[in-house]
């Protein structure tokens, strides 16, 4: 296939803590130095959660994932399906698109059997 990794379409969702929290598992900061910082967190910091798709001809997205009240939730099985029917379906019909692959990870919301059916 010609231009195939023009074809791809890569997808993720990704939360951003509201209140300046940052994951230590996505930012590592490197340094000769310990300073032994402790650095008090709460439990369940407010989060927003967004999804976006990138491809050569362009990005889809971004979408917040909230619910019927407009309060910010994480991402499962059925608002997934919900993501990929009511808003990814319909802008992807808005690109003069003939075939592209959908490249997706492994996380638990993508792969319930609801979404990839």
Not at 75 to 92: C, H, K, Q, S
């Amino acid at each position: 296939m010609v231009d195939f990794h023009k074809r791809i379409l890569f997808s993720d969702e990704s939360h951003f803590w509201l209140n300046g929290y940052v994951n230590k598992q996505n930012c590592r900061i490197w340094s000769e130095a310990n300073p032994q910082v402790y650095v008090e967190t709460p439990l369940h910091p407010e989060k927003l959660t967004i999804w976006c798709a990138l491809w050569a001809g362009g990005i889809i997205g971004p979408y917040f994932f909230k619910n019927d009240e407009g309060h910010n939730v994480t991402v499962n099985g059925d608002r997934y399906r919900a993501m990929i029917t009511n808003f990814f379906i319909p802008e992807l019909n808005n690109h003069d698109v003939q075939e592209l692959w959908f490249q997706q990870d492994g996380a638990t919301c993508h792969t319930v059997r609801a979404p990839i059916d």
